[in-house]
């Protein structure tokens, strides 16, 4: 049996974060951080605008979130605006912040959202302070260095050492089929804020429609991958 909201078959063994969740060695590696990139879910039509689109997929976000055990009122999203302003999160509930690219935190059970269809979320980890920042950089995100400005934010408030962070590009849109690397460009900016350990698979997102939305390849009219990042707490 399909349940028709979240494409989740019941009868399967696989749950959704099973089926419908990619996470990254280099931040599986690390203890206590929850993390994900939420791929396209086939079950769903999300050939509509992109409000329209969140609106069918959020039931398969919130069974996800679920499934990760993150509370939805500890759960921090933004209007994404394609600028560089960066929220940080001290404590819930969470809300969904308008104006804003990007959070950082410090604080154990909170954690961060944001969506992307082609640009690239960047996950930033502090193993070491057990912090994190999540920010949305596409093409304009990463001409005003918004990867950047969230290291420099973390350093700032909350003694972060760059030497000792850790960042992953997600899977986002690449030449040939796009004509700027912007994630060549955040790769670049966290070299500068003193970053040595960038991961980037280089995976190009209009590439693999079975496993990726793409705004670029689909005409504006599809869903998002919601990427998602936050420290637990520990007993």
Known sequence: MIDDSTGYDRKSNFTLVDRFVETFPALEAIPGLIHGF??????????V???????????CYDSILSELEIPRDHFWTGEQVHADSIFVVESGPAAHIPDTDGFVTSQPGQYLGIFVADCGAVFIVDPVKRACGLVHSGKKGSELEISRR??????ERFGSNPSDLIVQVSPCIRPPAYEIDFA???????????????????TCTSLDLERYYSYR?????????LAILGFKKTD
């Open 150 to 155: 969230a290291i420099e934010l973390m350093v």
């Open 184 to 202: 060549g460009q955040a790769r670049e900016s966290c070299q500068k804020a003193g970053v040595q350990s960038i991961f980037d698979d280089e």
């Open 38 to 47: 939420v791929l396209r879910n086939p079950e769903i039509d999300v050939a």
């Open 49 to 59: 605008d992109r409000d329209e689109a969140l609106e069918r997929l959020q039931p």
């Open 217 to 225: 390849a689909e005409l504006g009219k599809t869903g998002r991958m």
